[in-house]
């Protein structure tokens, strides 16, 4: 342990797997460690089922129903991977693809007036749609043509639209497309999504999910750090962070100090250092029934645009299965997730709820959302930020980003997490 380390990570969060991932492939020596037995900090899977019910403190332990305890892998953070997103291209460049399989999720609904429909992902389901009559339908598919064919480098694709000073309302007029529409095309389809391609080239829907939950993902790339000769350790108590004229020198666990030039670190390894901006309630909900209206859909995502409902921010809802081995042959697994608004974010979320109707167990947390007080220039410690209540690895990805821009000095490259020749093994 009395060794000297270039970077010392603390919490197995993806957040952190990535980022020691990098630096390890990037010839730093790295140290990483967690005071948990298990990998993944808030973004774990949790397996068997008997640890769920003790997580959340429900009393008894799970009934027969349930299925083997073994064949549950529960997810605490909701999220689906966008197929032409940040992190699937984060898992290409580093080859961590190797360690893991993906099914591609079986669709997008969105909510309107109290019900579920199909978000379309191809011509032919934007035509059958019932979200809309048919003159907006042949407005919106010259809507999606247009958005296809638009290039930012080439003015004539624009069709009088200057994309600098035009907002995103202006060209939703210009299509005349009504208030329901712009609704599921901003919150359901758009998500912030840049590329357009992805929905014609998954057909189904544009998300991934790995078998055996989300917590395969930080292990993945703590095994390419590990390869590249980064040291794991688990269930360690920190006992503290040494910080000598306000900059950290090392970390102190079970009575012994490794020393570090740089720190990464999740909120909950540095209180004093993080203040909250706002909550995240989510519930996971246990089901032996696919979601209503979605088709027996085996796993689907749900989004309920926030003027729907009356509040500044949408509803998700993400559903996986044991067609995904994380939960009992026959179970479902519906997790219902937003920043809270209220002093009863309970209520908050009861138009999702009624969607997942009967639910045989569920499970509510709120969580602090904590962001690093600083940037760590001074200190050297990196603070990431807590998982938001988005349902995709965008927002992640960007904090990956900022965070090796703030420890390098340079720009996040891609390229940079590209294996180099050979690791420490010799494996190609």
């Not at 603390?10 to 492939?25: A, D, K, N, P, R």
């Not at 009992?328 to 002093?343: C, H, L, N, R």
């Not at 908050?348 to 962001?371: G, N, W």
């Not at 001074?378 to 960007?398: L, P, V």
């Amino acid at each position: 342990m009395n060794e000297e380390y270039d970077v010392i990570v603390l919490g197995t969060g993806l957040t952190e797997c990535i980022l020691s991932g990098i630096m390890s492939v990037n010839g730093k020596k790295v140290l990483h460690m967690d005071r948990n037995p298990y990998y993944g900090g808030e973004s774990a899977s949790i397996t068997p089922l008997e640890d769920l019910y003790k997580r959340f403190k429900i009393p008894g332990s799970p009934p027969e129903s349930m299925g083997r305890g073994r064949d549950w892998n529960v997810d605490l953070i909701p999220k689906f991977l966008m197929a032409n997103g940040q992190l699937v291209k984060m898992l290409l460049y580093t080859e961590v693809t190797r360690y893991l399989d993906f099914k591609v999720t079986e669709g997008s609904f969105v909510y309107k007036g109290g019900k579920i429909y199909k978000v379309p992902s191809t011509e032919a389901e934007a035509l059958a749609s019932s979200l809309m009559g048919l003159f907006e339908k042949r407005r919106f598919r010259k809507f999606l043509v247009y958005v296809a064919n638009f290039d930012e480098k080439d003015p004539r694709t624009f069709e009088g639209i200057d994309p600098k000073k035009t907002t995103m309302r202006d060209v939703y007029k210009k299509f005349d497309l009504g208030q329901d529409v712009i609704d599921f095309t901003g919150h359901a389809l758009a998500l912030y999504r840049t590329d357009d391609e992805s929905l014609a080239r998954y057909g189904k829907s544009p998300y991934l999910y790995p078998l055996y939950g989300l917590g395969e993902l930080p292990q993945g790339f703590a095994r390419l750090s590990a390869i590249y000769g980064g040291t794991y350790m688990l269930n360690k108590p920190i006992e503290e962070i040494i910080v000598q004229n306000g900059k950290v020198i090392g970390v102190k666990s079970e009575g012994e100090i490794a020393r570090c030039k740089q720190l990464i670190c999740d909120p909950s390894y540095v209180k004093d250092r993080v203040e909250k901006v706002g909550q995240v309630i989510r519930v996971i909900c246990i089901l032996s029934h696919p979601i209503k209206n979605t088709n027996d859909a085996n796993s689907c995502q749900i989004i309920i645009p926030q003027n729907q409902v009356n509040r500044k921010s949408d509803i998700y809802v993400c559903m996986i299965s044991f067609a995904h081995n994380v939960a009992a042959q026959g179970k479902y697994i519906a997790i219902v997730s937003t920043t809270v608004e209220t002093k009863e974010p309970e209520k908050e979320i009861r138009p999702a709820l009624e969607l997942l109707e009967p639910i045989e167990q569920k499970f509510v947390s709120i969580s602090d959302l904590l962001v690093p007080k600083d940037l760590g220039t001074e200190s050297q410690i990196f603070i990431s930020r807590t998982y938001d209540a988005t349902t995709h690895f965008e927002t992640t990805c960007d904090d990956i980003k900022n965070i090796y821009k703030r420890m390098t000095g340079s720009e996040f490259d891609f390229e940079e997490m590209k294996r180099k020749k050979n690791d420490i093994y010799g494996e190609d």
